[in-house]
């Protein structure tokens, strides 16, 4: 449900090394990718720019997961992802956990959608560790002074990411799990003036605060990006079956009451 439309990506696969890895919290880990094959990549615009990774899954068979682009450095030709890792949980977290340097992933890609309006009054991103890699894109875009304000869900303090922005930034921090933050948003103070939001993160946690954000506080519609990246209970295969009816009852939750810039 992102504001802007999905431009066309190259169906090619192309062909990752990886360069480095490091350990960012204790479910998270940072891979920087190289080799001949981002010869020619590039991101655009958006700030919220991901790649389709095929990851091995046994019996040469993949598994397509999306991934945010945290950072691609053009002039090293270095592409960063951050992955969420919960132990053996899923194929791209063990998959990155045990990965090492000159291990090659297939990948497809970039899209994106969204970037912060530069003429918002002020900034509401709000997700979970998983959204944290478009966040930090989206912070960096952010206008000097121009009031951010951040509200993550994480398991713990340790999953806490710090992060920066030439903005005047907030960061609330809520510590429970999906759905945890809608309370926290409910409750929350915000500032005058029309605001640019980002939701994204757990597919029912991102219903509820759009609905929250669409038919209590009254934001236009076009003011927000909003997506589900995962459902709980649900695999990644079973979450894009299933987001064309979640798609639906987002739309049947504010049909009658959500407002408009018409």
């Known amino acids: 449900m992102a504001d802007a439309p999905r431009p066309a990506r ?3 696969p192309r062909l990752a090394r990886v360069i480095s890895k490091d350990q960012l919290t204790p479910h998270m880990i940072r891979i920087v990718f190289g080799g001949e094959g981002l010869d020619g990549f590039a991101v655009g615009e958006f700030t919220d720019h991901y790649v389709k990774l095929k990851i091995p899954a046994g019996d040469d068979q993949t598994r397509t997961r999306t991934y945010t682009v945290r950072e691609w450095d053009a002039t090293r030709g270095e592409l960063t992802i951050d992955f969420v890792v919960h132990g053996d949980e899923g194929f791209a977290g063990p998959w990155a956990a045990a990965a090492q340097p000159g291990d090659t992933l ?3 890609g970039p899209g994106g959608g969204y970037t912060p309006d530069p ?3 002020w900034h509401l991103l709000v997700g979970d560790p998983s959204v944290i890699p478009a966040i930090s894109a989206s912070l960096a875009r952010i206008p000097a002074g121009v009031p951010v304000h951040v509200l993550i869900e994480a398991d713990g303090p340790d999953d806490e990411q710090a992060l920066a922005t030439p903005g005047d930034l907030h960061v609330n921090y809520t510590h429970g799990g999906p759905g945890s ?3 926290t948003i409910e409750s929350y103070t915000f500032p005058d003036g029309p605001v640019s939001a980002f939701v994204h993160g ?3 946690t991102v219903r509820a605060v759009r609905k929250h954000l669409l038919v209590d506080r009254e934001i236009p519609r076009e003011a927000i990006s909003a997506s589900g990246y995962w ?6 295969e079973g979450w894009r079956e299933n987001k064309a009816e979640w798609n639906r009852l987002a739309e049947q939750d504010v049909a009658a009451v959500a407002p408009s810039r018409d």
């Open 231 to 236: 459902k709980l209970t649900l695999t990644d």
């Open 202 to 204: 757990e597919a029912s």
């Open 119 to 121: 003429e918002a009054a």
């Open 106 to 108: 297939a990948f497809n």
């Open 181 to 183: 933050i809608v309370e």
């Open 10 to 12: 190259n169906r090619t």
